[in-house]
């Protein structure tokens, strides 16, 4: 094993989940001398010569990643532990389209209007349904609750001079444990995303929530000793 890591796991983190669109997300791929995966709000690279198995080669828009960091901000995985512990998760709910017969129409997707014209005559005439659109079935959005938990959907965690999602400060510490370090390294805060050093092969960029929230966590920076 030439990292020393589940380079499948790792990568597996920062793919696009089931479900997304942009197709080209879901699985790792090659550029150059690096291997990427994302799913368009953190991106993962490493330097293709410690992985062990081959990527598709793509030619994707890439997030570029500045050469010469300007930060050395250290954070600390039981830091980042605590801090994602303190949040408290939601239950996740989904909707699902539910089809209810039409009653106006019994489903069968035609109605009957009446005409009465000036001599009284009356005359009857079958149309669409105007309830259904003569579909029928009428859909309704219905919730869910799931017995899953989550952070909740923009969950503001302040770290440094910007705010990242709950759920993608979790990747990272995910990230840490497959790899077996204890920190990672802020070394770029711009104004829509985060970049962390997470050893010499393997950089991670997060991008920004744009918060006014004043409720937000904080991740506290690794005490210099
Ligand atoms: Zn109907």
């Known amino acids: 094993m030439i990292g ?8 597996s983190l920062f793919v696009g989940k089931v479900g997304e669109i942009r197709k080209w997300t879901l699985e ?8 990427y995966a994302t799913d368009c709000f953190i991106m993962i690279r490493i330097k293709k010569e410690i992985l062990n198995k081959e990527y598709p080669h793509k030619y994707n828009p890439i997030i570029s990643f500045p ?3 300007s930060l050395s901000i250290c954070y600390e995985i039981n830091e980042i532990g605590k801090l994602l512990k303190s949040i408290t998760k939601e239950r996740v709910i989904v909707t699902e389209e539910e089809e209810e017969l039409c009653e106006e129409c019994n489903g069968s997707g035609r109605v009957t ?9 009356p005359y009857e005439v079958e149309e669409n349904c105007p309830i259904c659109e003569g579909d ?3 859909y309704k959005e ?4 799931t017995d899953e938990f989550d952070y909740p959907q923009y969950c503001p965690v302040k770290v440094y001079g910007g705010f990242l999602n709950a759920y993608y400060v979790e990747v990272l510490q995910k990230a840490m444990s497959i790899l077996g ?8 805060d711009l104004p829509n995303m ?7 092969n393997i950089h991670v960029a997060v991008a920004k929530l744009f918060m006014d929230s004043e409720a937000y966590y904080e991740l506290k920076e690794k005490t210099k000793v």
């Open 28 to 35: 790792p791929f090659a550029l150059d001398e690096y291997v």
């Open 67 to 69: 050469s010469i960091p």
């Open 142 to 145: 219905k919730e869910i609750e």
């Open 136 to 138: 029928g079935f009428l």
């Open 194 to 200: 985060s970049l962390f050093r997470l050893n010499e």
């Open 4 to 11: 020393n890591f589940d380079e499948s796991a790792l990568l």
């Open 113 to 121: 209007y009446e005409y009465v014209d000036l001599k009284g005559i």
């Open 181 to 188: 370090i204890d920190t990672i390294t802020l070394c770029e």
